[in-house]
């Protein structure tokens, strides 16, 4: 079977409530793409929205934007810049290869990209979004997913 949202690391779950779910849903509707297409769509934007929202009430900080594209942005430079100390132990968890995670992350306006396109493929389907752009959408879904998850799980906020 083919999984839209793959862990960075063998093994790795996300733990933030709904958004485990959700991404455990999303990849099982993906074995039947075809039937499911507009479903999957919207569950990607779904877990960008998710994971941007649980962030936002675990830690109390105020996003300086409405949209969700500039939300999830704004998180990942607060994650990857602003909290580097943090950074670090956040990376750790999710691969052993620390570069790889920092270049993963260096251009959080790609992630916002993403973000925006997503919204076109709840809105349209798979209309206007070829499978290959919903399964780069999900993966880049799936990574901001993990890397808030485990932002979370090294602060505390969630268990390990």
Excluded: W
């Excluded at 969700?68 to 691969?95: H, M, R």
């Excluded at 973000?115 to 901001?144: P, Q, R």
């Amino acid at each position: 079977t083919e999984e839209f949202i793959k862990p960075l690391r063998q093994g790795y779950t996300v733990k933030i409530p709904g958004v485990d779910r959700l991404i455990e849903q999303l990849n099982k509707l993906a074995e039947n793409y075809e039937d499911y297409d507009i479903c999957i769509s919207s569950s990607i934007r779904l877990i960008f929205d998710l994971t941007t929202y649980r962030y936002q009430q675990y830690t109390g900080e105020k996003f300086n934007n409405n949209s969700l594209d500039d939300q999830v942005k704004e998180v990942i430079i607060s994650i990857t810049v602003t909290d580097k100390k943090q950074f670090s132990k956040v990376t750790e968890l999710l691969s052993p290869r620390h570069r790889m995670m920092k270049s993963l992350f260096e251009d959080p306006g790609l992630f916002s990209k993403k973000v925006a396109f997503s919204n076109l493929g709840t809105h349209t389907g798979t209309d206007h979004v070829s499978l290959e752009t919903i399964k780069d959408i999900a993966l880049h879904a799936g990574y901001y997913a993990q890397l808030v998850d485990s932002y979370l799980k090294v602060k505390g906020f969630i268990a390990k």
